[in-house]
């Protein structure tokens, strides 16, 4: 469940991953479009003003060829002496006036030039901006593309998901596998009419195992994991007389024992306890599990086991490989497998 939440969070934040790109390559298109627009007045406007130039160089030369017809009549009038004193001053003021106005056409030819370098400035910025645009817009349709791949796959995965679920949670409700008497505990319907509170359910759906210590937990527990675990003793024993008048067959393990029994001491430095590496998913039935496997000891590989094993005491692998201190031994035990209850279990909780 919690990868279907998980799938289903990221497959949200990739849909909203997905609609901001989307805006942002809206966006960035629109910018683009502006730009190109502005960009093109930008460019008509540097032809005007190069045109206003031109026709200002033009104007310029014509006023210097007139200044110089000017001087040639003024030299003309002094080399012949005919020329009256008015007429020199006229000329005079005419050249102070045209001078003046060169000066003026100079200095707006400057400021023409300065602006038209401006301008082209400008627009070489305009198009460097219009470059980071569009190289913006592909990226936001790159990235648009693989948030989009990123959904379907996590979509697909999703799907898979749901049915492995779902496959799994009817294969653990229908429980064919189990005896009869247990069928009738653990039916919803309670056809026994028992306190359904005194039931905590299979042993294989209480314990939380780690997958690299399943094969070892299977082949210790393998008779008793769908045994239906009982609260008290007085329970227990009340399910049990019931169920045998009926002689319908279960393996009943109560929970809480008036009397708890001591853990074997730990019979080697550094072998760690099987009942460490697991965990119970309720405290009702964790002294269940400590007396069952408190005196479980893990080992390696075979040639940890020590021999003789010490009274009492259990060693295994983590392949499942058993050794018993009452003499029993089991070299290859039918554990590990995906259709086992405990392989159910962890499927369901991943």
Request: charged fraction near 30%; charge should be negative.
């Amino acid at each position: 469940e919690a990868r279907v939440a998980q799938h289903k969070n990221t497959m949200s934040e990739n849909a909203a991953r997905l609609a901001d790109a989307e805006k942002e390559l809206a966006g960035a298109e629109a910018a683009l479009a502006a730009k190109t627009a502005e960009l093109a007045a930008r460019k008509s406007e540097m032809e005007k003003t190069r045109s206003d130039l031109e026709g200002l160089h033009a104007d310029t030369l014509a006023l210097e060829s007139r200044l110089t017809n000017c001087q040639n009549e003024i030299l003309r009038m002094e080399h012949e002496e005919s020329s009256a004193v008015i007429n020199r001053e006229r000329l005079s003021m005419e050249k102070k006036t045209l001078q003046r106005a060169l000066e003026t056409q100079e200095k707006h030819a400057e400021k023409m030039g300065k602006a038209l370098a401006e301008l082209e400035s400008q627009a070489a910025a305009e198009k460097n901006a219009c470059a980071g645009i569009e190289s913006g817009a592909e990226r936001l349709g790159s990235e648009s593309d693989r948030t989009k791949n990123a959904l379907s796959t996590a979509e697909a995965e999703l799907a898979a998901a749901n049915a492995r679920l779902e496959m799994l949670t009817r294969r653990m409700e229908a429980k064919d596998d189990f005896p009869a008497g247990s069928k009738l505990l653990l039916d919803k319907d309670n056809p026994l009419g028992l306190e359904k509170e005194k039931l905590l359910g299979i042993l294989a759906e209480l314990i939380e195992t780690p997958p690299q210590y399943r094969p070892a937990v299977e082949a210790v527990l393998r008779g008793r994991l769908d045994a239906v675990v009982v609260a008290d003793p007085d329970s227990a024993f009340a399910v049990f007389k019931l169920l045998a008048g009926r002689k319908a067959p279960a393996r009943l393990l109560c929970a809480r024992l008036e009397a708890e029994p001591g853990e074997t001491e730990q019979p080697s430095v550094g072998a760690a306890r099987l009942c460490d590496k697991v965990s119970c998913r309720s405290t009702e039935a964790a002294p269940l599990l400590k007396r069952l496997l408190s005196n479980v000891f893990l080992a390696d590989s075979v040639d940890e086991i020590p021999h003789p094993v010490p009274a009492g005491a259990v060693y295994v692998t983590p392949s499942g490989a058993m050794a018993s201190g009452w003499g029993m031994f089991d070299t290859a035990p039918d554990s590990g497998g995906a259709d086992t209850l405990l392989a159910q279990q962890g499927a369901l909780d991943e």
